[in-house]
Nanobody, 124 residues
């Protein structure tokens, strides 16, 4: 089973940008969807964005629409999350996850493989 490893987190000032990377240890299946979720201290895990590996359709949570962009490189089996206009409320541990298409793009339960997460901190 493919493993996912995130990188690219860090500390940034409000209004700044960060790019996260999710690298798969093997080939991502064409029927897969890869998503990003985040969890802030004391809060539930929140859907951020997802990309359907076949066709490249993208999906976003309401709180990040227009600011974040998810993309994928099929040759590198890597997914990126470009985060612009960052706000302090974007501070969280960001995790990428993969699962079969059809299990529910927006649902935590729709994903079967998870990375370890990377911390993003946005200062005001």
């Amino acid at each position: 089973q493919v493993q996912l490893v995130e990188s690219g987190g860090g500390l940034v000032q409000a209004g700044g940008s960060l790019s996260l990377t999710c690298a798969a240890s093997g080939r991502i299946s064409s029927n897969y969807v890869v998503g990003w979720f985040r969890r802030a201290p004391g809060k539930e895990r929140e859907f951020v964005a997802a990309i359907r590996w076949s066709g490249g359709s993208t999906y976003y949570g309401d709180s990040v629409k227009g600011r974040f962009t998810i993309s994928g490189d099929t040759a590198k089996n890597t997914v990126y999350l470009q985060m612009n206009s960052l706000k302090p409320e974007d501070t969280a541990v960001y995790s990428c996850a993969g699962g079969p298409w059809g299990n529910g793009v927006y649902r935590v339960g729709g994903y079967i493989v998870w990375g370890q997460g990377t911390q993003v901190t946005v200062s005001s």
